[in-house]
């Protein structure tokens, strides 16, 4: 069979496991009652309460969308090596390349439906209350989305060698920030000289830089720096490595 | 051959991510003010630091914001009662909201000692939040009385947005006020009030203004539009009892 067949089959069923999942539920509930909450946040903030219900339902998405995800990535093949279903997968002519690949973008789908799943209520509370939709809306929520690509990639990978979910989540969660400390890394690397310069640039260098994708954050503005050619290659690129690191560690694994 | 095929591919992966990585890094300028000009009000660095490591610098302005117009919507008494834990008992005082003229003395007046940090604190989390930075300087200018405080509000904000031309005619209308000219302040502030989303506590201002020059008609139609912009119901509360005032009169002079 095709191999991006197999790899699209295998996608869609880790979809639909992810979609049927309680976990999903509970999280997509969870989401509604904080989104819904965060109409307090705007009362009071009065004239304001546009501005507020946008940016509280943008961040509570993202984090949400990133919990579900990192939960999600660090499980998806471990779980399935745990109770024994991969020998099922493996005991078809399945190549490890596209049942790795399914399964990242079926996670990735899973995001995308979450994202649109809370959009959707998000953007209900907004009309109920008479409010416009801001114009960096849209873009917002595709960052989000592009943010959690590089995030699931890398936690894929990370769960191949770590010894259990919370330390996947936890040093997942900890690239997350690191990510998003670009600007600070600069202002400490400016101020710090020597090993710690270099240990510094090190590190900032090779963590996914989520300011790029930081849309949420800029409103209407564009953060200087790269175009978006630049950034399609960037999120490519996030998404090839740690798969191909993925597969060499995969591929070492007997089934 | 083959057995090489993705080590090389993870190689070349992996190179292509080490170029990528610095050029994104090198080339990406967050139009945000470094971290080492957020200072801390009322102990919130922790959370400063949440917000900055999660790049949520848009939703802790807003809750810094929120909190502004708690701080200035709360009577100096009721502070100095509350600190004081009721030690010398509590004297009902006039209650005070921004501009707004309640129990017979003007409830923007004050010293708020902290109102200059908290609002360098939002404009320094986000610097194109255009409606705090209007609000703390005219509150800061025409209601708290200190002037030269509102003009080094306004120059910081500029540095961020240069071409706002709002902030300009905020500069300007301060400098007129310290001329003791209410007439040439209302007609340079006149332009903000065009604008939908202009901060109701500038449109109290102007109509204020305007009936100090004289404008009655101006200052009704001012008070008129607070209506319909504005949830905050001293506002309208106020807004519609400025006009009441006004028709009365003008029945009498027309008699």
Redo the contacts between chains.
Sequence with gaps: MNFFLIAGIIASQTLGENYKNRFFAIFIVFAAVLIYASLL?GV??????A??LV??GL?LME?IALAYALMAAAGTITREIETKTIYLVFSRPVPK?AYLLGKTAGLYLSCALMLAVMSLIHLSLMALRGFALPVFYFKAVVFIWFKLLIITSTAVFISLFSTSVISTVTITAIL???G????????LIEKSSGAASWALKAT????P????F?A????A?A????GPV?LF??IF??F??PY??S??LF?KKEF | MKKYLYPVLTALGACALLFAGPWAFKSYSAPFPPANLIKEVRAGAAEDALALTLGLRRLAADVWFVRLMQYYGTSELEMEFDSAEGARGHKAGPHYHGGVRCEGVHFGEGRYPEFLGYARHILALDPYFLNAGLYAAASLAFNLSRPEEAVSLVNWALIYAPKEWKYVRLLAAIGYSKAKNPAKVAQLIAPLLEEPDCPVMIRQLAAFLNKKAGNHAAAYAIYRSILGSTRDRLYIENAKKEMAKMEQKSKVESK
């Excluded at chain 1, 998003?180 to 202002?187: D, I, L, M, N, V």
């Design positions: 946040v009071m903030a009065v004239d304001e309460e501005r507020v940016d509280s961040a984090l390349p997350w920030t690191l998003h400390f670009t600007q600070e890394a600069k202002f900032a260098y090779f963590i830089n989520f300011g790029l930081n949420r954050d800029l409103g503005r953060a200087g720096g790269p630049f290659i960037y690129l996030w090839i490595v191909l690191f597969l060499l591929r």
